[in-house]
């Protein structure tokens, strides 16, 4: 496999170009893109630059790739990374700084020209610093080890990108102009400048157990379709997608005992992989302002066939599935439970094995330790699965993995990162006793700095995965970390709850803006600029915050400042605390109003579906017609219109391969 340019300098020719000149090998093919047509052309070997063209002081890792906003399109180049360690010889990287430069020489990135150019300007920048990516300019990070020893043969003439898998190479639409560029010219191949990134987790560590050199390494893979945030991305699409969808592969390299200590050497090679997802149906969670969300079902005539087809891709990928569902068996999350049920009940596919696990009921009282109760459960489905063994001394690998466990709760973050690292340990500790570095009657858990290095992993994994997602670290963490729950975790989990609500009512429309404008879910066309930054909420929807907080100020002020008079306050606070109760009161009754909700894409569509199905509760809208809905009111049609369009954008995009 071709590897790609690992230092670029960027030279700038006044309004006319952008030229990116490899560092080295001295003499490569420079990549220019001119900024007036848009045009993307790679130059002969050792063309001259420009004598006005003046050199950028920032080495550039790499291009992340090219993104269309209101006025002009921009270039995002890679401007700073660190070495996260070594798999297989090569170098893994996190992305640690961006630049974008824009192709309009009217559009500037520190004084844009309007508001709404600022605005996506920052949507961009904000996803950028935000996200946890990964990359590597010779090993393809988007792939298990078992799929890549697969297609081996076919996929050393190859360029990276090419043989990437596409869920995973998270800017795959960013690089889209490079990729349509070089098919469109023969002469014109940009595969050394197409970066593909990862948005994910990675952590590899050395450690050494009864004589031989263990490397033990952690992956995990976000996918880029149906992505975004907690709340205004839930279930499946029509194309089978699932919201929060990541593969986790757990990887062992084993170096016998006379071995060097290093991973360039590993001899024998393991891979154990599992996935997370959303419950695979029409559903949503309708933010209200309320610590509990509505549940809503939507019971759509293509609920079954969507499933089906996610069903259908997974096989498909891993072979069998095994579905653990943690989800609650009563409350607030019951009827997401028995909706799963009865999907799987009606489709009852072959390979498919569903299995519940009431988590909450099982582990109450802090005893997580019960999470053996589900490893008792799927014990013979784990080992008919397997993983995959490869031993360099053998042609064939030893072991194959013929499928996957996929572990769900709501969220798909903390009861499913609890669920995942046990069957994860479960897993290693069958791998070392079958490798002979531990006894049958041995266990991992018998050596400390293993088993300290395990869990420090696959906590920083699961806290990665949670803000991501969430917007804050993972709950339950504690246990994934020291194997333990206290009183104290119970408390830092109180901490990242209300971190949650406040992040998800109020700051996640904007992430999710930016999560469909870098993943080409939506793009700037027959769109209403204003909107982006308008607020057209009736003034008495807007004016009630300030009455509230000029409330609560009174009263504070009431009981702080000092007094010049004896006279009673009593009345003054009667009235004080009367208005911040009735702005509350309105507030709350109004809190789909309150919401921040995502611009680019709006879910009026969800908010006020009124088909088949479920909903808990019809919190949060108030007596009158609201400035979200008014549009929806006025035309019958208008929320089918609203649901088909987005589902068009992302057909779209698949069809183009993006």
Not at 321 to 328: F, G, Q, T
Not at 441 to 452: A, G, P, Q
Request: charged share 25%.
């Amino acid at each position: 496999m071709k590897t790609l340019h690992q230092r670029l300098n960027l030279y700038t020719d006044g309004n006319e170009t952008y030229t990116f000149v490899p560092a080295e090998p001295v003499g490569a093919r420079s990549l220019t893109i001119y900024r007036n047509s848009g045009d993307i052309v790679l130059n002969p070997p050792n063309t001259p630059l420009p004598a006005t063209a003046e050199r950028s002081g920032k080495t550039i890792y790499g291009i992340i790739g090219m993104v269309t906003l209101q006025m002009s399109e921009y270039v995002i180049i890679l401007t700073g990374r660190e070495q996260k360690g070594r798999l297989m010889g090569q170098h893994i990287y996190h992305a640690t700084d961006y630049d974008i430069l824009p192709l309009n020489p009217d559009v500037s990135t520190t004084n844009p020209p309007n508001a709404v150019e600022a605005h996506l300007q920052a949507l961009v920048r904000s996803h950028l610093a935000g996200g946890y990516f990964l990359f590597s300019y010779s090993w393809d990070l988007t792939r298990r080890l078992q799929a890549q020893w697969s297609s081996i043969e076919g996929d050393k003439e190859k360029q990276l990108w090419e043989v990437a898998d596409e869920r995973f190479f998270w800017n795959r639409f960013l690089q889209s102009r490079f990729i349509d560029a070089t098919f469109a010219k023969g002469d014109n191949d940009l595969s050394p400048y197409i970066l593909p990134i990862v948005y994910g987790t990675f952590d590899i560590r050395p450690t050494k157990l009864n004589g031989h050199y263990l490397n033990l390494c952690l992956i995990s893979r976000r996918s880029r379709h149906r992505a975004g945030t907690r709340y205004f991305r839930r279930g499946i699409d029509h194309d089978g997608n699932v919201a929060n969808f990541n593969e986790t592969e757990q990887i062992l390299l084993v170096n016998t005992p006379n071995a060097d200590r290093g991973d360039d050497d590993s001899s024998v090679q393991l891979s154990f992989v599992q996935i997370r997802g959303s419950v695979p149906l029409f559903w949503a969670e309708i933010n209200t302002l309320r610590y509990k969300p509505d549940v809503q079902i939507m019971d759509s005539q293509d609920t079954l066939e969507a499933t089906r087809k996610h069903f259908d891709q997974q096989t498909a990928e891993y072979g069998n599935s095994n579905l653990v569902n943690l989800v609650n068996h009563k409350g607030h999350e019951m009827p997401i439970k028995e909706a799963y049920e009865h999907q799987m009940a009606e489709l009852d596919l072959p390979n498919v094995r569903y299995e519940y696990f009431d988590f909450h009921n099982e582990c109450k009282n802090m005893r997580w330790d019960r999470i053996s109760v589900l490893l008792d459960k799927i014990q013979d489905d784990l080992i008919k699965n397997g993983y995959f063994h490869l031993d360099s001394t053998k042609e064939k690998p030893v072991k194959v993995q013929n499928g996957v466990v996929r572990t769900n709760c709501m969220d798909n973050l903390d009861r499913t990162n609890v669920a995942q690292a046990a069957i994860a340990k479960w897993t290693l500790n069958r791998q070392l006793i079958a490798l002979g570095v531990l006894h049958e009657t041995d266990s991992i858990e018998n050596y400390e700095e293993l088993v300290k290095d395990f869990r420090e992993m696959w906590s920083d994994h699961a806290n990665l995965i949670s803000i991501a997602y969430s917007g804050t670290g993972a709950l339950k963490v504690e246990f994934t970390r020291t194997g333990k729950r206290t009183r104290m975790g119970t408390l830092e989990d109180g901490y990242k709850s209300v971190m949650r609500y406040l992040k998800n009512n109020f700051f996640d429309g904007a992430r999710q803006d930016a999560f469909d404008l870098m993943t080409g879910v939506w793009l700037p066309r027959n769109w209403s600029p204003s909107s982006l930054v308008a607020d057209r909420r009736p003034l008495i929807i807007r004016a009630v915050p300030y009455v509230l907080w000029y409330s609560i100020f009174m009263i504070f002020a009431g009981l702080t400042l000092p007094r010049s008079s004896d006279y009673s306050l009593l009345y003054y606070f009667l009235l004080w605390i009367f208005l911040a109760a009735i702005s509350f009161t309105f507030i709350m009754i109004h809190g789909i109003e309150y919401v921040s909700w995502p611009r680019l894409l709006p879910l009026n569509d969800v908010i006020f579906y009124d088909g088949p199905g479920f909903r808990s509760g019809n919190h949060g809208k108030g007596f009158g017609i609201h400035a979200l809905d008014s549009k929806v009111n006025a035309k019958a049609k208008g929320r089918k219109r609203a649901h088909s369009r987005l589902d068009e954008i992302e057909m779209g995009a698949r069809k183009k391969g993006l």
